[in-house]
C-alpha cells in the first residue's frame, strides 16, 4: 500500500466539483460540492445515531437502500435539520437538481450538509447554480470539493492510497470535514457533523462494502472526540464503482479492508488534529483492558474529558485526572493495575505505576506535554482488549469558536 | 419554612471550626475543618460512584455503614486519591486524630478530603495541628468550617432553614464546596468533588434519614453538571443530632423532606453558579417528557453539552444545539413535538415550536441570554416527566483555571 495524491479523484471514473453560491451569505468561501463516479457504484454509509436526523440524512438514508449510487452533493454553511417537511422537500430537491444536471436517477443520488441548525436551506440557490456545479466537475477536482465542504475547518483533510489486488491496481481516496460537534456515534448502518466521503475503484458488491465499512468506521471515526456532541448530520459515504477491474469482492479481502482502515483512521486523526481550537492531537490509549469494548470505554471517557483536555492545553501532567475519567467510565477495570504514560516526539514519561504516583521529572513531563502530537498511554494488565481512542485539547479558542458561532 | 443563618452550626449542638494547617503549601488559606456534634447522630450519606474511590470515600463508607457519626474532619488542597494503602492508613488515621481529640470513637468520625489526586497526604500535619482545630470549635464555626473545605469556590455556599415538627422548632443547616470536576452521580447510598455537609437537630432514625437524603440528592446534586467530570471525592452527609426534641421520625415526613430537598436544591444552584470559570447559572428544565428518567436525561444532556455552554457564555440564541444534545441524550422523544423557550429576568423568547424555528428578535434573545441566571425550557407534550438540571456556561476562565491547576 502507497499513499498518493488526488483525494476522492484519485480512483478512475471519479470527478468532483465545488462552488460558490451564497449559502455562506456573508462570505466568499465555496459551499456546494459534488462527487460523481461516470458509472454505476455500489455504495454503503453510516449515519448519525442522534434521534434529530437532517434532512439530508433521512433522503441519503433512503437512497442508499438498495446499495447503489453515482454521485453525492453536499453543501456547507446550513444543516438543513430542525426545519420540518420544508426541510425534507428541500433535500429531496437537491437529490434532483443534481441528478438532473447528470442525467442519472435522483434516487443514485446521496444528500448531505453541515452548518448551522434550524435555518431554512435556501434551496433556490442551489438550482440556480447546478449546472455552473457540474460544469466545474474535473478528475482532479477533488481540491475544490473538499474546500467546499469545510466549515470551520482549518486545515483540509483528505487521503489516498494505492493497493494492489488480484494483480490490478486499486485506488481509494477520501475527503472529510469536521471540526467541531464532533463526537461521531454511528450505529450499524447508521451515524457522525463529519462527513466523509471515500471512493474507490474496486469492484465490491455492496453487503461485502458495509461490511467493511462498518468495521472500518467502529475503530476510527466512533473512536474521535473533539467535543463530546453527536450531531444530527454526521455521514460517512463509501462508493465503488468497479474501473480497477479486479474480480468483484463478494467477500472481506484483508488488503482491501486494511487501506480502508487506514483511509479511515488517518482521516479520523486529521480531524482531531484539526477539532475547533485544538493545539495538540491527544491520543488515548488503553492496553490489557478485559476485552476491546472496555478498552474503547476507558479510553473514549480520558479523551473526553474537559478536565483532561484542559491539562493537555497547559501541558499538565494531572494524572488524576486520567484515572478519575477512567473511574467514571462505567467499563470495568482495577485502579490499582493501573499503569499511565505520557509520550511524544520529546520522549515518555511514567506518571503512575499501580494506580499510585511515581517519582518523575515535571519538567520532562512538560516537555512531552508540549508537543503537537501527545499520546497518554495507559496499561492495565487485566486481559487483552486494545483501543486508541483520538482528541484534542480544549483551548480558549474553543470557547471563542463556539460562544458565536452563528455570525 | 424560614431561611435563616448560621449554616451547619445553625441546629443546636452542632460546633464547626476551621484552621491552615499547611497542606495547601503555597497558600495561606484554611485547609482543615471540623464539624461536630456534641451527642450522637443518625447519620446517612453518598459517595461517588467513580470506581477510583478517594481513601476518605472508602473510610467513610465504612464508617457511616452503621448509621451513625458525630463529627466529620475534612482538608482541602489533597484529595488523598491513587494514594494506595498509605492513602488508606492515613485516611484512617485522620478520623483517629479527630476521635481522640474530641474523646469520641474514630467510628464516629467521617473524613472527607478535595484537592490534586495523587499525592500522598502530608498526614502528619493534620496530627500536629488538630488541637488548634478543636480548640476552634465553636457554635458559630460555620465561617470557618466554610472557609476551610474551599478549592477553586469563589463563592461561600451555605444555607439553613427552619421548620416545625411536632409543634418543636427544627433546623436543618449546610454548606457545600465545588466549583471544577463536577458531575455527580451518587447511586443508592453512594456517589459527588462536590462536598456537601447537612447538619440537623431534628430526631430522625438512621434508615429515615437515609430514605430522604437518597430522595433529595437525586432531584438536586445528582442533576448538577459543571463539566462532565465525576469526581472520585464526592460525598453528601448529613446527620441528625435530635437536639430539637421532636418525636424521632420513624417514616418520612412531607415537612422535613421538603427542607432538606430545598437545602439540597439551592446548594446545587450555589455550585452550578460557582462552576468553574462560569458567569452564568443554566438551568436546563424539561416538561411533559414521557417519564421523569427521560426529562432528567434530556435535560442533563443539555446541560452538559460544551457546545450549549459555549452559546450561553456567548449569548447566542443558538437552539440547533439544544435540540442536537436533546438527540444524543439517549432518551426517547419525539423532535417534532419539541418546543424551546430561553428565559431570564429579561423575558422570554420562544425559538422552537414543534421542532423548527419560529421568527424570534435576536436582540431580545441577546437581551435574555445576557443575564447572570438564564433557564432554557423545553417542552415536550408527550408525558409527564419533568426536571431540572443545574449547570453553567463555557468560559475562557475554565480552559484557564484547568490548564495549570496544579500549580
Redesign the interface.
Known amino acids: 500500500m502507497k499513499e498518493i495524491s488526488g483525494g476522492v479523484c484519485a480512483p478512475k471514473g471519479f470527478l468532483a466539483g465545488g462552488i460558490r453560491c451564497g449559502i455562506k451569505p456573508t462570505s466568499q468561501k465555496k459551499d456546494l460540492a459534488l462527487v460523481y463516479s461516470n458509472n454505476f457504484c455500489s455504495a454503503a454509509a453510516m449515519f448519525t ?5 437532517a434532512a439530508s440524512v433521512q433522503v441519503s438514508m433512503a437512497n442508499i437502500a438498495d446499495g447503489n449510487l453515482q454521485a453525492v452533493i453536499v453543501n456547507s454553511g446550513n ?1 438543513n ?4 417537511e420544508e426541510g425534507l422537500k428541500a433535500a429531496k430537491q437537491m437529490a434532483k437538481y443534481a441528478a438532473d444536471a447528470l442525467l442519472i436517477d435522483p434516487e443514485l443520488v446521496a444528500v448531505a450538509s453541515t452548518g ?5 436551506l435556501p434551496i433556490d440557490i442551489i438550482g440556480k447554480n447546478i449546472n455552473a456545479l457540474k460544469a466545474n466537475l474535473r478528475n482532479d477536482g477533488n481540491a475544490d470539493a473538499l474546500e467546499a465542504i469545510m466549515t470551520t475547518d482549518t486545515r483540509k483533510k483528505e487521503i489516498a492510497v494505492e493497493i494492489e489486488i488480484d494483480g490490478k491496481i486499486v485506488h481509494i481516496g477520501a475527503m472529510t470535514k469536521g471540526s ?2 464532533i ?1 461521531p ?1 454511528m450505529a450499524a448502518a447508521k451515524h457522525a457533523t463529519m462527513l466523509a466521503f471515500i471512493t474507490t475503484d474496486a469492484a465490491v458488491i455492496p453487503s461485502v462494502l458495509n461490511e467493511c465499512l462498518q468495521k472500518a468506521v467502529k475503530k476510527s471515526f466512533n473512536r474521535l472526540t473533539v ?6 448530520n454526521d455521514m460517512v459515504l463509501l462508493m465503488a464503482n468497479g474501473q480497477a477491474g479486479n474480480k468483484p469482492l463478494v467477500k472481506e479481502s484483508d488488503v482491501f479492508y486494511k487501506a480502508l482502515e487506514f483511509v479511515c483512521v488517518s482521516l479520523t486523526k486529521m480531524m482531531a488534529r484539526d477539532g475547533e481550537g485544538a493545539t495538540k492531537l491527544v491520543t488515548v490509549t488503553v492496553n490489557g483492558a478485559l476485552d476491546e469494548e472496555a478498552a474503547e470505554k476507558l479510553s473514549k471517557s480520558v479523551a ?4 483532561v483536555k ?2 493537555c ?2 501541558a ?1 501532567a ?4 486520567v ?6 467510565s462505567g467499563a ?2 482495577n ?2 493495575k493501573t499503569n499511565v504514560s505520557f509520550k511524544s516526539s520529546a520522549g515518555e514519561v511514567q506518571v ?1 505505576r ?4 511515581v517519582p518523575f521529572s515535571e519538567d520532562q513531563a512538560k516537555r512531552v506535554l508540549s508537543q503537537e502530537e501527545i499520546e497518554i498511554f495507559i496499561s492495565l494488565k487485566e486481559g487483552n482488549g486494545c483501543a486508541s481512542v483520538w482528541g484534542c485539547d ?3 479558542d ?10
Open positions: 445515531a442522534n434521534k434529530v436526523k444543516a435539520a430542525c426545519t420540518g448551522v441548525i434550524g435555518v431554512p467541531g460537534m463526537h456515534d467535543d463530546g456532541d453527536t450531531s444530527t473526553s474529558s474537559s478536565l484542559a491539562a492545553f497547559g499538565d494531572n494524572w488524576g485526572r484515572l478519575c475519567a477512567m473511574g467514571y470495568d477495570f485502579p490499582e503512575c499501580d494506580g499510585m504516583t480544549l483551548t480558549y474553543y470557547v471563542k469558536i463556539n460562544g458565536d458561532y452563528r455570525s
